[in-house]
């Protein structure tokens, strides 16, 4: 039975993996598509290919990706497609998906928003701002991120987690929000200020959050993790405290 489990377990954490690698190819492929490959111009696609390195996507995965996006190679391509509606709750919730087949992907949306209630486009994005997102951190703890959100141009920054780098040496995070048009000028700014940038992307910042007991949260993230966990979705943006 022992044997049986660890083997469950490593089928398990092999298609977790699997499902990893593919979002990641999805994404790359997307930022290839959208602005170019060349990730020197191309901030998305730069994180993107940062990201999938740090998670060890093989190469030849990555360089299939960036082509297919470029145009560059035949085979599935994939577009982004934004679905809006509410959780169980009436929590807003925006939910960013990567597909090669969009009936496929509006099916099984439509399934998933079950138990709370799938809208028409608009019908909750007034309640999110959309705005350029980098996380970063920086090896000088007592950096000042407020000052640094200003040098750099961000509209503003919040403090992340202390995380360690790759040789085990700690450092400080924060999250910095800028407008859509200046994403790539803060993040270019960001790195020459020695921040080592972990995402730089476009995301839904909701406006206000709901704040919910216990009970009701549990409903809510059950939800959201019902959709998370589709092949299809990449990022899942809710309206909760």
């Keep these: ?17 699997g499902a990893m690698i593919s979002k990641l190819a999805k994404e790359i492929q997307i930022a290839a598509k959208q602005g170019g490959a060349d990730p ?13 390195r740090r998670q060890s996507v093989p190469r030849d995965v990555i360089e299939r990706a960036v082509k297919k996006g470029a145009g560059l190679l035949e ?34 949306i439509r399934i998933l928003f079950r138990k709370g209630q799938l809208g028409s486009s ?11 997102v980098i996380e970063a951190a920086h090896s000088d703890r007592s950096i000042d991120i407020e000052g640094a959100a200003i040098e750099a141009g961000a509209q503003n920054v919040e403090k992340m987690e202390d995380s360690v780098d790759e040789n085990g040496k700690p450092q400080i995070g924060a999250r910095f929000f800028t407008e859509t048009t200046d994403l790539d000028a803060v993040n270019k700014a960001l ?18 959050l709901i704040t919910l007991g216990d ?18 979705v990449h990022r899942v943006y809710p309206a909760l405290a």
Excluded at 191 to 208: D, F, L, N, Q, V
């Design 215 to 232: 009970a009701e949260s549990k409903d809510v993230i059950a939800f959201l993790e019902d959709i998370d966990d589709n092949d299809d």
């Design 191 to 208: 790195i020459e200020a020695g921040w080592a940038t972990s995402a730089a992307e476009m995301r839904y910042i909701p406006k206000s």
């Design 122 to 132: 608009g019908s909750v994005g007034y309640l999110f701002d959309r705005m350029g």
């Design 1 to 17: 039975m022992g044997a049986q489990w660890k083997h469950a377990g490593r089928q398990a954490n092999a298609a977790k993996r």
């Design 75 to 108: 085979g599935a391509s994939y577009e982004l497609v934004t679905y809006e509606g509410f959780a169980p709750h009436k929590v807003p919730v925006i939910v960013e998906c990567m597909t090669d087949n969009k009936n496929r992907t509006a099916s099984d």
């Design 40 to 52: 020197g111009g191309n901030s998305r696609l730069r994180t993107a290919l940062e990201a999938a």
